[in-house]
């Protein structure tokens, strides 16, 4: 099967059978984290709480920035599922030199959704008044930490799961919740 099939699977199908937007972005962490044989996430309330409120405060002034914390942040805006957003991070792994460790503005978002240290995410979104979604994620511990990337950003792991693996579980997801 063609991969742009399952990644409609993965970003477009199931996120919507959860319908609870802090899984599917927990889901969706999980499933890049995996590949990089890293540890799950898991979700923080206190994080999300925060996430949801910055996030409106984007969406008021129709700006994505970042805010300041302790903790490791990404942030989005899109119009289309908020839960691509984690793919949109993911994809920086093109720039990202695995060679030469080191943080690089091209592919930060990309070494935050897979950095070994971090365990928990909290996630937030809001919309603007022009329809625009803002997402925003953080993670704790933070990610990015100079002189950390070696063994926080581990190259691909080699054991893929096939796309003929998430048919199969979408099916079976399918008729449980029939």
């Given at each position: 099967?063609?991969?742009?099939?399952?990644?409609?699977?993965?970003?477009?199908?199931?996120?919507?059978?959860?319908?609870?937007?802090?899984?599917?972005?927990?889901?969706?962490?999980?499933?890049?984290?995996?590949?990089?044989?890293?540890?799950?996430?898991t979700l923080n309330a206190n994080l999300s709480s925060g996430c949801n409120s910055f996030?409106?405060?984007?969406?008021?002034?129709?700006?994505?920035?970042?805010?300041?914390?302790?903790?490791?942040?990404?942030?989005?805006?899109?119009?289309?599922?908020?839960?691509?957003?984690?793919?949109?991070?993911?994809?920086e792994i093109k720039d990202y030199d695995f060679r030469n460790p080191k943080f690089s503005?091209?592919?930060?978002?990309?070494?935050?959704?897979?950095?070994?240290?971090?365990?928990?995410?909290?996630?937030?979104?809001?919309?603007?008044?022009?329809?625009?979604?803002?997402?925003?994620?953080?993670?704790?511990?933070?990610?990015?930490?100079?002189?950390?990337?070696?063994?926080?950003?581990?190259?691909?792991?080699?054991?893929?799961?096939?796309?003929?693996?998430?048919?199969?579980?979408?099916?079976?997801?399918?008729?449980?919740?029939?």
């Open positions: 099967m063609n991969q742009t099939f399952c990644a409609f699977l993965l970003l477009i199908v199931l996120p919507a059978i959860h319908g609870d937007f802090e899984n599917s972005m927990l889901d969706e962490h999980n499933h890049y984290r995996a590949k990089h044989n890293t540890p799950k996430l996030a409106k405060e984007l969406a008021e002034k129709n700006k994505l920035a970042h805010s300041k914390g302790h903790y490791g942040e990404n942030v989005c805006m899109t119009t289309s599922n908020p839960v691509t957003c984690v793919k949109m991070w993911y994809d503005l091209l592919s930060g978002h990309f070494t935050q959704v897979v950095w070994k240290s971090s365990k928990e995410l909290g996630v937030g979104k809001a919309k603007s008044s022009q329809g625009a979604t803002y997402v925003v994620a953080r993670y704790t511990p933070a990610g990015n930490v100079d002189g950390k990337f070696k063994e926080n950003v581990l190259p691909l792991s080699g054991t893929k799961l096939e796309c003929s693996y998430f048919i199969l579980l979408l099916i079976t997801i399918l008729f449980l919740f029939k």
